[in-house]
């Protein structure tokens, strides 16, 4: 023990108790908010240097010139100041003016924006704070910012900034006018196999790169596949993801808030009471589509296109995401979902049992052929996409899609540099008619938002409330660039 000058007290011994729940509780908020406040400071340095090193590689080009030096330059210092302009500011919803509500969901809505001061046009996607708490949805919030924020590539959604009042979280995104898959399968009713082939082979390498980022989407539907202005493919809708990092996991909200949760469970499982499961109608396949996307807009999820192994709670990877994909292409082919039924138990006891039930309807005109076929379904010892997950297409990466002779003479590394079957016909920047717009109430959720807020008042400033939002906000490099 140091003596003399040098010699030090001993810390005062920790007394919890001294402090009241909410004194703690603040102490609690600023230590999340010191920590977010570093990380961001590093995260956002480093970026810089990234950026720098990168400037510093093209001015070194010998076939750059002098004055072209000078430009790169300028532009770069310029692009930065821009940047540092913009983390200072503080984004808020009246910046910007709503054209059309085009997605509604149980937590909130997505509406076509315009900016009020320049003009541009983005989708904006608000989430009710006080619905991620009830319904234990923090985990999979965070999951899909994290990813979003994370996700450089033209398969994913692109997110430009993310902001939070006292009851909302907002996400700033990419508006995709070209609609859904879903709003085409309804237009089109079955596709062809030159046609699916594009579709899927797209929908491979958005998968690809989510699994790639170490995420599982966990809910690809036809919903979720969006189509940007030339009419290829781009993947939204993160709010099931899940991910590999403690802030993915439910029970990381729970430790932190010290509640014990009402719905124990991990990451590798999903809240079935709050996903609906489907009603179809079997005489008229569009009608009972409609039907599901209306039910949609008040859910989180629906069961037609979930893997087995979710709904049994054995434990599930990666592979549950190309499930789904042959799902897809199945209703693609045929017309609806191999498992959809009137009854929403018989819906889950299909895919619980797809070996007695997962069939091809022999009639169909076209008729199938035998290599879509069998990339979906297993035929002896061959590998697909709708069977176990042991023996499931995908298990050991994507190239296994990728090889099946379904994909003969397909080159996957130009695919976005090819036409599209369907190219929007837009009329401006903000042409919704490929979004069911018409049937979206647009004002319901407006007022469930209102209601929200209101029951919300008392509590919303409260650390409970923030701290599982401490860090949400983020705002990328080239968002107005």
């Known amino acids: 023990m140091p003596t003399g000058?040098?010699?030090?007290?001993?810390?005062?011994?920790?007394?919890?108790?001294?402090?009241?729940?909410?004194?703690?509780?603040?102490?609690?908020?600023?230590?999340?908010?010191?920590?977010?406040?570093?990380?961001?400071?590093?995260?956002?340095?480093?970026?810089?240097?990234?950026?720098?090193?990168?400037?510093?590689?093209?001015?070194?080009?010998?076939?750059?010139s002098p004055a072209r030096r000078a430009q790169l330059w300028q532009s770069a210092g310029k692009k930065e100041g821009k940047y540092l302009r913009f983390l200072r500011t503080k984004d808020k919803p009246e910046n910007y003016q709503t054209i059309k509500i085009i997605g509604k969901g149980a937590f909130g809505e997505v509406k076509l924006v315009q900016k009020k001061s320049d003009g541009q046009v983005f989708a904006m996607k608000s989430l009710i704070k006080t619905e991620m708490f009830k319904k234990e949805q923090l985990a999979h919030v965070r999951a899909e910012r994290d990813i979003l924020a994370e996700s450089d590539s033209p398969w994913v959604v692109k997110l430009f900034t993310t902001f939070q009042d006292a009851n909302f979280l907002y996400m700033l995104m990419e508006f995709l006018p070209g609609g859904d898959l879903m709003t085409m399968l309804i237009q089109y009713e079955i596709f062809?196999?030159?046609?699916?082939?594009?579709?899927?082979?797209?929908?491979?390498?958005?998968?690809?790169?989510?699994?790639?980022?170490?995420?599982?989407?966990?809910?690809?539907?036809?919903?979720?596949?969006?189509?940007?202005?030339?009419?290829?493919?781009?993947?939204?809708?993160?709010?099931?993801?899940?991910?590999?990092?403690?802030?993915?996991?439910?029970?990381?909200?729970?430790?932190?808030?010290?509640?014990?949760?009402?719905?124990?469970?991990?990451?590798?499982?999903?809240?079935?009471?709050?996903?609906?499961?489907?009603?179809?109608?079997?005489?008229?396949?569009?009608?009972?589509?409609?039907?599901?996307?209306?039910?949609?807009?008040?859910?989180?999820?629906?069961?037609?296109?979930?893997?087995?192994?979710?709904?049994?709670?054995?434990?599930?990877?990666?592979?549950?995401?190309?499930?789904?994909?042959?799902?897809?292409?199945?209703?693609?082919?045929?017309?609806?979902?191999?498992?959809?039924?009137?009854?929403?138990?018989?819906?889950?006891?299909?895919?619980?049992?797809?070996?007695?039930?997962?069939?091809?309807?022999?009639?169909?005109?076209?008729?199938?052929?035998?290599?879509?076929?069998?990339?979906?379904?297993?035929?002896?010892?061959?590998?697909?996409?709708?069977?176990?997950?042991?023996?499931?297409?995908?298990?050991?990466?994507?190239?296994?899609?990728?090889?099946h002779v379904f994909f003969r003479g397909v080159d996957f590394d130009t695919l976005r540099q090819i036409r599209a079957p369907f190219e929007p016909q837009l009329k401006s920047a903000i042409d919704v008619q490929y979004f069911p717009t018409n049937e979206i109430d647009q004002t319901e959720n407006a007022t469930l938002l209102k209601q929200a807020q209101a029951s919300a008042k008392q509590i919303a400033e409260t650390p409970e409330m923030s701290l599982p939002f401490i860090g949400y906000t983020f705002k990328r490099f080239d968002s107005f660039s």
């Open 5 to 64: 000058q040098f010699a030090f007290q001993e810390a005062p011994t920790q007394n919890p108790q001294k402090y009241s729940e909410t004194t703690r509780s603040k102490g609690q908020k600023c230590d999340g908010l010191a920590i977010a406040f570093f990380q961001d400071s590093v995260k956002l340095a480093r970026e810089r240097n990234i950026r720098q090193l990168e400037l510093e590689r093209k001015l070194q080009e010998p076939n750059q």
């Open 192 to 403: 062809s196999e030159d046609i699916t082939r594009f579709y899927i082979a797209e929908i491979i390498l958005a998968i690809e790169y989510v699994h790639k980022l170490n995420f599982i989407h966990r809910d690809i539907k036809p919903d979720n596949i969006l189509l940007d202005r030339y009419g290829h493919v781009k993947l939204t809708d993160f709010g099931l993801s899940t991910g590999f990092q403690k802030k993915h996991d439910n029970a990381y909200y729970q430790k932190l808030l010290g509640k014990k949760s009402n719905q124990p469970r991990d990451r590798n499982s999903i809240a079935f009471d709050q996903i609906n499961l489907t009603v179809s109608n079997r005489t008229q396949i569009n009608d009972w589509r409609r039907s599901r996307r209306m039910m949609a807009y008040s859910t989180v999820g629906t069961p037609d296109y979930i893997a087995p192994e979710i709904f049994t709670g054995q434990g599930y990877h990666h592979e549950c995401d190309w499930w789904s994909l042959g799902t897809i292409m199945y209703e693609c082919l045929v017309g609806w979902p191999p498992f959809c039924a009137e009854d929403s138990h018989d819906t889950y006891r299909k895919i619980v049992n797809w070996r007695q039930t997962l069939y091809f309807p022999r009639d169909l005109d076209p008729p199938l052929g035998a290599e879509a076929e069998h990339f979906i379904r297993r035929q002896v010892f061959l590998l697909s996409l709708v069977c176990n997950s042991e023996a499931r297409l995908g298990r050991g990466g994507a190239h296994e899609l990728k090889n």
